[in-house]
């Protein structure tokens, strides 16, 4: 069973504020703790990574490991048990919610660096007008997970999930 996640809307408002009010993309980080089969997001944990951190186009940010890593330290070490990288997908329409296949190679290797600080690790993407989280735990077959602001469920398209499942199975077939 996928967590779902819990954070509260001004943290979440400004997240989207910031994938929106940049026309280039933008990278964050931030922890939560895991309380049974749901994710808490602390907005006391956030990291943006901008200036000197991060090199960013249109279409994509960079940012060191070494520098994802000492945020996921400094995370590990507030007592959170779970770290998010979360970026946005810039566009004048709003952006898609679903993973690339460049993200999904990030995923995978920023789940391993997680693993061995003892943290959880899950994607965020940000359009600018809603926040999506991803599990990318099972290999080739991405989860939306169920996020909740404010204890209210953002209500998602049907179709986020569908496009990548689609995506999913393109690449599956070569």
């Known amino acids: 069973m996928e967590k779902s996640i819990y954070i509260s809307e001004k943290f979440y408002n400004k997240i989207n504020d910031i994938g929106i009010s940049n026309d280039k993309e933008q990278m ?3 922890g939560g703790t895991t309380i ?5 997001v602390s907005e006391k ?3 943006h990574f901008q200036g000197d951190k991060a090199e960013s186009t249109r279409k994509e940010v960079t940012v060191r490991l070494r520098d994802l890593v000492n945020a996921m330290i400094e995370i590990k070490a507030k007592g959170y048990d779970t770290f998010f990288m979360t970026h946005s997908h810039f566009s004048l329409f709003g952006g898609k919610g ?3 296949d460049e993200d999904e ?5 920023l789940r391993n660096v997680c ?3 003892g943290m959880n690790y899950y ?14 735990v099972s290999k080739n077959d991405p989860r939306l997970m169920d996020c909740y602001v ?3 469920p953002v209500r998602y398209s049907i179709w986020v999930p569908i496009t990548e499942k689609i995506e999913h199975l393109g690449r599956n077939k070569k």
């Not at 190679?105 to 290797?109: K, P, Q, T, W, Y």
């Open 115 to 117: 693993s061995q600080y």
């Open 45 to 47: 944990t956030f990291v």
């Open 28 to 30: 964050m980080a931030f």
């Open 123 to 136: 994607d965020g993407i940000t359009t600018g007008y809603k926040l999506y989280f991803w599990s990318t």
């Open 98 to 100: 679903d993973l690339s």
């Open 150 to 152: 404010d204890n209210n």
């Open 36 to 40: 049974g089969d749901m994710i808490v």
């Open 105 to 109: 190679v990030n995923s995978e290797m």
